[in-house]
Structures are given as C-alpha cells and as structure tokens.
C-alpha cells in the first residue's frame, strides 16, 4: 500500500506539527547517537532512526514519470 500525501495534507497544523516532532526526535537520537554506548544501544538508537525516516520519506513527491517519446 503507498501512502500519496497531498498538498492539503502537507497544510494540515496537525500534519505539519507531527514532521515538526519527527525532526526534533531526529535531532534529539542522532545527538545521543554521537556519545559513548554499548554495541547493542547504538543498534537501537540506528534501528529508532531508520523508523523516523521512513515516517519522513511519506512527505517525498513521487517522481512524475513522462513516457519515452516514439
């Protein structure tokens, strides 16, 4: 199933607060990221980060694809 987020969507206070909550908890796991922890911490925090950005991948426009000239 993909998920097409609209211009609309992306307007919405609600829409527009959640991306702004996703990039602050980017911010806040990619800084604890940088500080000394086991192998198996890091792992977690990766695994966080990787979740978080496939959340924020859902505001990236499709590509429009025009069909090869003949």
């Given at each position: 199933?993909?998920?097409?987020i609209?211009e609309a969507?992306?307007?919405?206070?609600?829409y527009?607060?959640?991306?702004?909550?996703?990039?602050?908890?980017?911010?806040?796991l990619?800084?604890k990221?940088t500080g000394?922890?086991?192998?198996?911490?890091?792992?977690?925090?990766?695994?966080?980060i990787?979740?978080i950005?496939?959340?924020?991948?859902?505001?990236?426009?499709?590509?429009?694809?025009?069909?090869?000239?003949?």
């Open positions: 199933m993909s998920i097409v609209t969507d992306r307007q919405s206070p609600a527009m607060k959640m991306m702004a909550h996703l990039d602050d908890r980017m911010a806040e990619t800084q990221l000394d922890m086991s192998e198996e911490d890091t792992w977690k925090f990766r695994g966080r990787a979740e950005r496939a959340l924020i991948s859902i505001d990236e426009v499709p590509p429009v694809l025009s069909p090869p000239a003949l």
